[in-house]
């Protein structure tokens, strides 16, 4: 078993379409992160959470909507999303304390296409 | 704001050959320092990490990468490649001025031929 897995691994949805993704880790880490991967360019943090507590929204447009319910749980609700948003959406983990080190546990991520 | 630059997008190399993949940051501040490797299909995993002490860090795999505060750079290498080695390559910074926040390079492709 992966320290952090991510359902589902793929995902196609209409711009119309409500859906969501999600994040489990079992490491007993307290930050969760997700972080949207574009082919090609830098790796972009979209939300912090830390202790259950968002500490970081990256100015990501309110069709992404985080919720983390423990500390063990992440979600990302994706509702009337653009064909810009595919992408990999890759979740992570670290202890709070490792937040400042850079020291984080990734998911294998959730592919996302949307029509 | 801090920017980091990987500055080979590919990088095909023989088996058993040596490998270095470049990596500069802008940032006159101390930094954090680090390698994480995709494998296909898979979540990034982390390689090797710079916090302080030696400039020269190994790593898992046999790689090990070298701190150069005058040129900013912190470079990775492995003297031999194995076919295993095929994965993308991201080099990352994370400074006190942007809170610690990791800022990721666009990564480096690195393809191991037999």
């Known amino acids: 078993e992966t320290g952090v897995t991510q359902t589902p691994r793929h995902l196609v949805m209409g711009m119309t379409n409500k859906k969501s993704l999600k994040c489990e880790q079992h490491?007993?880490?307290?930050?969760m992160y997700w972080y949207k991967q574009s082919a090609k360019k830098p790796l972009e943090l979209m939300f912090v959470y830390n202790f259950k507590e968002q500490t970081e929204n990256n100015s990501v447009p309110s069709r992404f909507s985080p919720e983390c319910p423990n500390s063990s749980h992440l979600f990302l609700h994706l509702h009337t999303l653009q064909p810009e948003d595919s992408a990999l959406y890759l979740c992570?983990?670290?202890?709070?304390?490792?937040?400042?080190?850079?020291?984080?546990?990734f998911g294998e991520g959730s592919r996302l296409t949307v029509l | 704001a801090q920017s980091v630059t990987q500055l080979d997008s590919q990088v095909p190399v023989f088996e058993e050959a040596p490998v270095e993949l470049r990596c500069n940051y802008s940032s006159s501040v101390s930094v954090y320092l680090f390698w994480y490797v995709q494998y296909p299909n898979q979540g990034l995993q982390l390689l090797l990490k710079y916090l302080s002490g030696s400039t020269l860090v190994k790593g898992i795999n046999g790689f090990e990468a070298e701190f150069n505060k005058s040129q900013t750079s912190f470079h990775l290498r492995k003297p031999s490649v194995h076919i295993s080695d095929t994965a993308e390559y991201f080099c990352?910074?994370?400074?006190?001025?942007?809170?610690?926040?990791?800022?990721f390079g666009a990564g480096t492709t690195v393809t191991v031929r037999a």
């Open positions: 490491l007993g880490h307290n930050a």
């Open positions: 992570a983990s670290s202890q709070a304390e490792q937040i400042n080190t850079g020291e984080l546990f």
């Open positions: 990352a910074v994370s400074e006190g001025s942007n809170d610690y926040k990791l800022s």
